[in-house]
């Protein structure tokens, strides 16, 4: 059910505390733990992470792979551990969007650590390969953008200084003792709707749109009947709609009904032509 974002810059052992993570829930809860690790991610793409962190496009790149491989895993059972640096405010909020559409909960687990502690800990990696340049070290950390819990993106929040555990026992309980946030429009996938079906609206408010404007071509005014569609009836109270306020409200129609779609297509012409007039009013 729940996700959980490891921040923190480079070599501030993010990797270690993941794993710490994923023991508690496998050992002590039981739970089924994946983990999505940056560095894994970028090494199966063959990319030397010096090279890649200073390269937008490949870095985003990355980070759309990262995200992809968590929303193909995450789900309302098990436990999903984004180990990387997550340390672009947008990116953690996309993440946030992620979860909440797929109506999990989440939390996330900073580690702060000094830049000179850091670097220490980057200079006494074995392999030379998983260290970072000076360069990149640099960079990633100049552009670093810590957690705040004030964003409800970032909250629940849970800072690990060296030295510290790792709050499991505290992280469980907003993990798996509370509510996923509610999902909202902004959050929800637009229900599928048949092919047919968005044709046809297409074409109903196509045709009522052609009525209207034909209809202030000659003149009329106040009530306007829509020619082939029982009972739509547009009240204009005497104002005259231009084409491009049409074309607007017609959008606006069209994307609030693909969001919740009726089951009875007879009926989007009468819907259109309510919600113009509650437009007019």
């Not at 039981?30 to 560095?39: G, R, S």
């Not at 996923?180 to 749109?209: G, H, R, W």
Request: proline share 5%; with cysteine; charged share 25%.
């Amino acid at each position: 059910m729940p996700l959980i974002l490891i921040t923190g810059i480079p070599s501030s052992g993010k990797s270690t505390r993941a794993l710490q993570i994923k023991s508690f829930f496998e050992d002590v809860h039981e739970k089924t733990v994946f983990l999505v690790n940056e560095n894994g991610i970028i090494a199966a793409n063959g990319t030397e992470k010096n090279v890649l962190f200073l390269d937008a496009t490949k870095e985003k790149q990355i980070r759309g792979l990262v995200m992809s491989e968590a929303q193909r895993l995450i789900n309302r059972e098990d436990v999903v551990i984004i180990d990387a640096g997550n340390y672009i405010k947008g990116y953690r909020y996309e993440l946030y969007c992620m979860s909440k559409a797929n109506k999990t909960t989440q939390c996330t687990v900073h580690c702060e650590v000094p830049l000179n502690t850091a670097w220490e800990w980057n200079s006494m990696r074995e392999k030379e390969d998983d260290r970072y340049t000076q360069e990149t070290f640099d960079a990633l950390t100049m552009r670093f953008e810590p957690p705040d819990s004030r964003n409800r993106w970032d909250s629940p929040l849970f800072t690990v200084l060296p030295g510290d555990k790792v709050p499991t026992d505290d992280m469980y309980g907003v993990l798996f003792e509370r509510n996923a946030p509610p999902p909202n429009q902004s959050t929800q996938c637009a229900p599928l709707s048949s092919t047919n079906f968005l044709y046809e609206m297409d074409k109903i408010t196509l045709d009522v749109v052609s009525a209207i404007l034909s209809a202030q071509k000659l003149g009329l005014e106040g009530e306007v009947k829509i020619p082939g569609y029982k009972d739509c009836v547009l009240l204009t109270n005497g104002a005259n709609m231009t084409a491009a306020q049409l074309t607007r409200l017609r959008r606006q129609f069209l994307a609030y009904t693909k969001l919740h779609p009726t089951n009875d297509i007879s009926k989007i012409g009468s819907l259109f032509v309510q919600f113009l007039n509650t437009s007019l009013r």
